[in-house]
């Protein structure tokens, strides 16, 4: 099994920063791709970046600009980093990867758990 937990979340004022942070551990042969989602309140979740081999990078439009995704591939672990915050930004940050488990597995979905994001002045 993996476990994805993230850290870094918080209440922060608009125009503002905050760096998310996301560590996989556990059964791992091969990370695919790591990536960030959101969740507003009564809204569906929705990718907010993407890296993929830790070098391809795919960003949501809305945050393009303001929000930078990286990896350390020798620990695991994904960062974001989000600046010039927006009320709009508000909702719970979801870490996503896609995980061999062996040379032969196929690729396996893991989830963190969430970590709450609110912009407010």
């Known amino acids: 099994q993996v476990q994805l937990v993230e850290s870094g979340g918080g209440l922060v004022q608009p125009g503002g920063s905050l760096r998310l942070s996301c560590a996989a551990s556990g059964s791992i042969f091969s990370i695919t791709s790591m990536g960030w989602y959101r969740q507003a309140p009564g809204k569906q979740r929705e990718l907010v970046a993407l890296i993929i081999g830790g070098i391809m990078t795919n960003y949501a439009d809305s945050v393009k600009g303001r929000f930078t995704i990286s990896r350390d591939n020798a620990k695991n672990t994904v960062f974001l980093q989000m600046n010039s915050l927006k009320p709009e930004d508000t909702a719970v940050y979801y870490c996503?990867?896609?995980?061999?488990?062996?040379?032969?597995?196929?690729?396996?979905?893991?989830w963190g758990q969430g970590t709450q994001v609110t912009v407010s002045s």
């Open positions: 996503n990867a896609k995980i061999l488990h062996g040379p032969a597995s196929k690729l396996y979905d893991y």
